[in-house]
């Protein structure tokens, strides 16, 4: 059973406090929705919580199994399990998707594997995403669509296997096979033991994947918290 804790987290970016002393915790297995308003903190709270430096956490702790991460370089919090969808930095430009995946998963766990043994292993992956495996050869400075990237990011978490992921509007500007692989990429996972905390405006998207709590932020802080059904008043509501 694996945990990250967020504790009366308070976040500022250019010196303005954005989120203001959020606190809930996701375990192994579960999914839990983060809703709100654009604005209200969400891409906030997750890039501290990956320990992105223009982020500074004034305040409250992030514990990953009982280990202050608080202040960690992101890469350690990778290797303790916490998932990031990794941006392309231009070093790696001339790679393709194939030797960026590799790589990464060496970096994470440490293994050396092989290009053949390593392409047996995601091909599953790949496939369950509706993706075609030739993917593992375009070059990532090659253009990809907005739900080739999404999807992409869904393939890292299956091929990264994190402990708990955290997943920044994985969901928008998907269309409707599209997001029905990355639910179903998700809920493989979760089955595994994963826990997601997943920032979404969609209550499609969590119809497919049926979050155990859902937290609605505003102004920085957590204003609502409950199961499915707070999702569906918001549906039905909107937020105010
Ligand atoms: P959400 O993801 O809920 O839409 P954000 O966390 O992106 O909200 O933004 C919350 C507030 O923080 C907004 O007022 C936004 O302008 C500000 N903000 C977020 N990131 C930055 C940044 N890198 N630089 C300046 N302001 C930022
Ligand atoms: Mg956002």
Known sequence: MHTLEIKNLHVAVDGKEIVKGVNFSVRSGQVHALMGPN???KSTLANALLGHPRYTITDGKIFMD???ITAE???LRAKAGVFLSMQYPPSVAGLNVGQFLRTAYQELTGLKVSVQEFHKKIKADIAQLGMDASLLRRGLSEGFSGGEKKRMEILQMLVLEPKIAILDETDSGLDIDALKAVAKGIS????KGLGVLLITHYTRFLEYLMPD????MSDGKIIREGGQEVAREIEEQGYD
């Open 39 to 41: 604005g209200s903190g």
């Open 66 to 68: 009982e280990k202050d």
């Open 73 to 75: 370089k992101t890469h």
């Open 188 to 191: 493989v996972m979760r089955e």
């Open 213 to 216: 709590f859902v937290h609605v």
